[in-house]
């Protein structure tokens, strides 16, 4: 029996509107109405759609007369359009997965839900490379306990601040229009945010299921990026503190204090450190003018809210508002230290003084912010000679003896290649080595950028360290050329990202090296 209401918002999208539209028409008789609403599209969306309209009783058109310039309008009109019991917001450019509305209807009319979330999952395109978002919520394998449970309200966990999407969860329709719960209008960016901070503050009745409910396509290299892409314009910071100020307030508002300490502890271990890592990409004029704006912004926190943070997001809350801190270091010694203080996960790198820095005794071993660094040396065989340093002796009383290194290639679902390094005691830390066949590395005909991770591991225990491969210092970008026995050539270039951390691109043949210059210049035509 039809029971939902898939809203379809739409802008100049007419290249992927259909699929999207397919694919909640596609999840089966449930479906009473997919609603398209057109934000004045201009590329022929509407002709694209004529052939779906006709073919569909089910599929209706809602054309707005002006642009929005936003996502929260269209969505608005959308639920006062809807005709149905429950309702699912969709994208244009993403889709339903099979099976997502029979995992979410179910229980919500078992448990009168008001509400019902489930896994949103990322996929990087072209690659396909899938991620689950916010995996500490709706990933088991992760750790995800809520999976299962229905809860009144978030109170009690405040963690779910992190899922700030409106897209993964079906709503009961009557329940929205009841507390009057709207998305911001107009040209309000980040409105996902505010919309679910007052959905929140309204303590809806949640059922939660780790379901794969939707999927939210990742197109970096897009004409036009997503919202959340866009974060080389400073305007797009300034829009995320205006919607995090926005949950603080609704929280707020709503008397649900602990809740806003805990959503600007959340601003503190995400939304902060996702900027910060950016900076060295960005110009001098941008980074003066973020490093004002996000003082004055976390100077306001609530004391409350920053001691909830992590203790990396404390150290960095202390760079930014000490006395006299008005304006950014420039170099490692400033910005260059809170960059790499930004990495997932964090790294406290070296020199260090003498006296270890607060609260990194609180840091059990799994969250200590160690550096480990290595030289890349190219050739038939790819060698690595990794450095782990150690950490105001912290390391040094759990004896490290060995570094499991992880290359994990970006953009694919393929497993990462593991190798494990024995560790030595040297000078003020450990070193090790490791040596890779090039031509493991490579792809047929493709470019592939592998990115370095590891795990520290230890004498008589089970604890582990993760860290992010730094490059050394003095490390420079390498790149050779190795002609294997067969006279495949390979192209192999040791990266070093704005943060630091190391990647090795290897191109197989004339295609991948097509791809490596391409790259280069479309990165040199950017600037």
């Known amino acids: ?38 934000d004045c599209s201009t590329d022929g969306t509407a002709e694209v ?26 969505r608005n009109d959308g639920i006062g359009a809807a005709a149905f019991p429950y309702l699912l ?40 490379r899938e991620t689950v978002w916010a995996p500490q919520l ?13 809860l009144q309200g978030i109170a009690e966990h405040p963690e779910l601040l992190w899922d700030t999407l409106s897209v993964n969860k079906l709503y009961r329709t009557s329940f929205l229009r009841d507390r009057r719960l709207t998305f911001p209008d107009g040209a309000f960016h980040y409105e996902d945010f505010v919309f679910t901070a007052r959905l929140y503050a309204a303590r809806p009745r949640i059922v939660f299921t780790d379901a794969p409910v939707y999927v939210w396509n990742v197109r970096r290299q897009a004409a036009t990026l997503s919202i959340s892409l866009r974060r080389a314009d ?49 110009p001098a004029a941008y980074v003066t003018e973020w490093w004002r ?14 001691a909830l943070a992590t203790v990396p997001a404390r150290w960095t809350v202390r760079a930014l508002t000490a006395p006299g801190a008005n304006d950014p270091e420039p170099g490692a010694a400033g910005i260059g230290r809170l960059v790499e203080l930004a990495a997932r996960p964090p790294r406290l790198i070296p020199p260090y003084g003498t006296t270890p820095p607060p609260e990194l005794a609180e840091l059990g071993p799994a969250e200590l912010p160690v550096t480990v660094d290595a030289r ?24 490290p003896v060995a570094l499991r290194v992880e290359l994990t290639e970006r953009g694919t679902p393929k497993a990462a290649i593991a190798v494990e390094a024995p560790l030595v005691r040297e000078g003020g830390g450990w070193t090790g080595a490791l040596r890779l066949n090039t031509a493991d590395l490579a792809r047929s005909g493709r470019l592939a950028i592998w990115h370095i991770s590891a795990e520290i591991r230890y004498a008589g225990t089970d604890q582990r360290t993760p860290v992010e491969v730094r490059a050394a210092d003095g490390q420079e970008v390498r790149r050779g050329a190795v002609v294997r026995p067969t006279g495949q050539v390979l192209l192999v270039q040791a990266h070093i990202t704005a943060g630091r951390a190391l990647i090795l ?13 391409g790259g280069r210049l479309r990165r040199m035509l950017g600037r």
Request: aromatic fraction near 6%; charged fraction near 25%.
């Open 1 to 38: 029996m039809a029971r939902v209401s898939v809203v379809v918002i739409t802008y100049n999208d007419a290249e992927h509107v259909t699929t999207a539209v397919e694919s909640a028409l596609a999840q089966g008789d449930a479906i009473g109405e997919v609603i398209v609403v057109d």
């Open 49 to 74: 759609l004529a052939p779906l309209l006709a073919a569909n009783a089910r599929l209706r058109l809602v054309p707005r007369a002006t642009n929005s310039r936003g996502c929260g309008t269209p």
């Open 89 to 128: 917001f969709l994208d244009s450019d993403d889709v339903l997965p099979p099976g997502a509305v029979d995992a979410l209807l179910p229980p919500a009319e078992r448990y009168r839900a008001d509400v019902v979330a489930g896994q949103a999952i990322r996929r990087e395109l072209p690659g396909g």
């Open 138 to 150: 709706y990933d088991r394998a992760a750790g995800a306990t809520l999976p299962g449970t229905i």
């Open 234 to 282: 400073i305007g797009n910071w300034r829009h995320r503190v205006a919607a995090h100020r926005g949950v603080v307030d609704t929280l707020r508002d709503a008397g649900a204090y602990g809740l806003a300490e805990a959503a600007q502890a959340k601003f503190l271990d995400y939304d902060l450190p996702m900027y910060i890592r950016e900076l060295p990409q960005r």
């Open 293 to 306: 704006s996000a003082r004055d912004y976390v100077g306001g926190f609530d004391r409350e809210g920053v």
């Open 376 to 399: 890349v040396h190219t050739g038939t065989h790819t060698r690595l000679d990794l450095r782990v340093h150690e950490l105001y002796g912290r390391l040094g009383a759990l004896h």
């Open 505 to 517: 691109r290897v191109a197989d043949g004339v295609q991948g090296a097509r791809r490596v210059a």
